[in-house]
C-alpha cells in the first residue's frame, strides 16, 4: 500500500480505546506480510466490547465466561512489536487507539479527514513508510513498537516498558502531532478527583442539610485562583476543571459531589499536590488517578524544534532509551469532529523520520537533552 492508502486502511478499523484488538491483528498480519517479524504482547484483561454492557445478572462473570453466556465479544487489548533483528537500537512507536466516536476517514486531494488521521494512525503509516524505505538502504537496525490505550492511562505503554527489547534500544521516536517540529519538551499530566460529603435533607430546610455541592464549588473557587508554580523551559502549570458531578434531585440538599481535574504539570507532582492539599484542607478529599511528570527529549540539530503542553506514552517508557517526539499532523484538530491531516504533512514525515533514524544510528549532532 502507499502512505496514504495505508493510513485510510488503518483509519477504517474502528479501535477507540479498549478495542485495539482488530487494528493489532491487522497490523501484525500486514507487517508479516512485508518481512517484519512481529509480536502481539498481551496488555491485561479480556472486556467486554463497550456498546455492549453484560446484563446485571452477569455482571459477575469474567469477560470470556460473560461472552460465551451473552453473545458479546470479549476482546483482548495487544502491543505491536516488529523488528528487523534481534537488538534494534532505533524504535519508531505511537499508539493505535483513538478517542471517541469513530469517523471513517475521507479524503481529498489535500487531506484525509476522520478519526485518527492525525491521531495516531497517519502516524503509523508514515512510520511504516519511513521503515520500509530503510530497509531497501539496507538499514535494519530498527523496529517498530505500537501500544494500546494511550489515550486513557498509557496501559499498554507501562506493559511494554518491561519487554526485554526495551534494554537493547538506544533511541526511541515516539509519534504525535507536532507539526512535524521535533519535540524538545513535552508536560506532564495529573489526573485527580476531588470529593466533599454533606448531608441530605429537604431543600425547603436548607440548616437542616450540607451542601457538598457548596462545598466543592467552594475549593473550585480557590483552586481556580491559586498561582501554580511554572518554568521557564515547559511554561505555564494549567488546571482544567473537567467534570462536576452531585446530588440526588433539585429539592433534595446534596450529600456528595466530585469535580475530576486535568493539571498540565511543568513541574514535578509533588509541590503541585502540595499546593491542591493546602487549598482543599478538611473540606475533600483528594483522589490521584495518575500522572507522568514532563519530559525534556533529545535534541538533533537541523530539525525545527518546540515544546509541546500535552503528554504521550514516552514517561511511561524510561526503558526505551533516550526520547524523541516528532509527527505530522496539528494538535489543535486532534480529538475533533474535524481531525484531519495534510497529505503532504504526511508525506514530509516520511522523510523526517528516515534522516532522524540515519541520523541517530550514526550518533552525529545528537546531543542530549539536559536532565
Request: net charge negative; with cysteine; hydrophobic share 40%.
Amino acid at each position: 500500500m502507499n502512505l496514504f492508502e495505508l493510513t485510510t486502511e488503518l483509519m477504517s478499523i474502528p479501535s477507540v480505546s479498549g478495542e485495539e484488538e482488530a487494528v493489532g491483528f491487522w497490523l501484525r498480519d500486514y507487517l508479516e506480510s512485508l518481512g517484519w517479524t512481529v509480536e502481539l504482547q498481551e496488555v491485561g484483561e479480556p472486556t467486554l466490547l463497550s456498546a455492549s454492557p453484560v446484563p446485571p445478572a452477569n455482571r459477575f462473570l469474567d469477560a470470556e465466561a460473560a461472552s460465551m453466556r451473552t453473545g458479546v465479544p470479549a476482546l483482548r487489548q495487544y502491543n505491536v512489536i516488529a523488528y528487523l533483528n534481534e537488538s534494534p537500537r532505533v524504535w519508531l512507536s505511537t499508539h493505535m487507539d483513538t478517542v471517541p466516536p469513530f469517523i471513517a476517514p475521507t479524503e481529498d486531494d489535500e487531506k484525509i479527514y476522520g478519526r485518527g488521521s492525525c491521531d495516531a494512525k497517519g502516524i503509523i503509516a508514515a512510520q511504516i513508510t519511513a521503515a520500509e524505505l530503510l530497509r531497501k538502504e539496507g538499514i535494519e537496525d530498527i523496529g517498530l513498537l505500537y501500544t494500546v490505550e494511550e489515550e486513557r492511562a498509557s496501559t499498554g505503554a507501562k506493559v511494554a516498558n518491561l519487554h526485554p527489547l526495551a534494554a537493547k534500544c538506544e533511541y526511541l521516536i515516539n509519534g504525535e502531532p507536532t507539526d512535524n517540529d521535533l519535540a524538545i519538551g513535552s508536560k506532564g499530566t495529573f489526573r485527580l478527583n476531588i470529593k466533599t460529603s454533606g448531608k441530605a435533607a429537604h431543600s425547603a430546610y436548607p440548616e437542616e442539610g450540607e451542601s457538598a455541592i457548596e462545598k466543592l464549588l467552594d475549593i473550585l473557587e480557590d483552586i481556580r485562583h491559586t498561582r501554580f508554580p511554572n518554568d521557564d523551559f515547559f511554561g505555564e502549570t494549567t488546571v482544567n476543571i473537567g467534570t462536576v458531578n452531585g446530588g440526588l434531585a433539585l429539592n433534595v440538599i446534596p450529600p456528595a459531589a466530585e469535580a475530576g481535574l486535568a493539571i498540565r504539570l511543568t513541574t514535578q507532582k509533588q509541590p503541585i499536590e502540595d499546593a491542591l492539599r493546602s487549598v482543599v484542607r478538611d473540606r475533600g478529599e483528594i483522589e490521584i488517578l495518575s500522572f507522568s511528570e514532563p519530559v525534556r527529549m533529545l535534541e538533533v540539530d537541523g530539525f525545527r524544534q518546540k515544546v509541546v503542553r500535552f503528554t504521550t506514552d514516552i514517561p511511561h517508557l524510561p526503558n526505551w532509551g533516550t526520547p524523541l517526539l516528532l509527527g505530522p499532523g496539528s494538535i489543535l484538530v486532534a480529538h475533533t469532529k474535524d481531525e484531519f491531516v495534510l497529505k503532504k504533512d504526511l508525506e514530509d514525515a516520511v522523510t523526517l523520520y528516515v534522516s532522524l533514524v540515519r541520523r541517530l544510528l550514526t550518533a552525529e549532532h545528537a546531543e542530549d537533552a539536559e536532565n
